[in-house]
């Protein structure tokens, strides 16, 4: 069920250890890791391993479990940023904002009065996305 999937796209690559990321989590059908140029530090990415461009290419199951992943992501990330809440945006084929053609849901913490940086506009600094990851590993544990 994939239209116009590219295998080389950057986050199958990171799927095939082909490059490198801040993981936090991961199952047989989900991974999850840190959003290089994040909205909001913790911004973090939850995809599905099986191939799929956008939404309308994932199987039932491979969404069931990428949506359970998402939600499982989310508390973790809510709870390791201290966030008062979070925005989870997926977004799909370049008219609708979509960058990288891996399916994939963001995890962004918020906080009251604290609006979100731009879309893709900075890179955060390697130490800040390990530190993030290591909190976000740590409240996922707890769970
Ligand atoms: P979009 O496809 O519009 O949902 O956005 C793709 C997201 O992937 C952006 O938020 C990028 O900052 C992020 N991104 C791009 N390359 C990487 C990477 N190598 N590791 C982690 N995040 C990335």
């Known amino acids: 069920m994939t239209s116009g999937y590219d ?3 950057i986050f199958a690559k990171i799927l095939r250890s082909e490059l490198p990321c801040h993981r936090v989590f991961e199952t047989a059908d989900v991974l999850a890791f840190m959003d290089i140029m994040p ?3 913790g911004h973090t990415l939850v995809i599905p391993k099986a191939a799929a461009r956008t939404l309308l290419d994932v199987t039932p199951t491979s969404l069931g479990a ?3 992943g998402v ?3 989310a ?3 809510k709870t390791a940023m201290k966030a008062d809440g979070l925005t989870i945006q997926q977004f799909n084929e ?3 904002g979509q960058v990288v053609f891996h399916l994939h849901f963001h995890v962004i913490p ?3 009065g604290e609006a979100m940086r731009p879309h893709t506009a900075q890179m955060a600094p390697v130490e800040e996305l390990v530190a993030h990851a290591a909190r976000i590993r ?3 544990d707890a769970a």
């Open 7 to 9: 295998s080389n796209n």
């Open 39 to 41: 909205r909001a530090p």
């Open 66 to 68: 990428l949506i359970l």
């Open 71 to 73: 939600q499982t992501v």
């Open 75 to 77: 508390a973790a990330v």
């Open 94 to 96: 370049s008219a609708g």
């Open 110 to 112: 918020r906080w009251e």
């Open 138 to 140: 740590l409240a996922l």
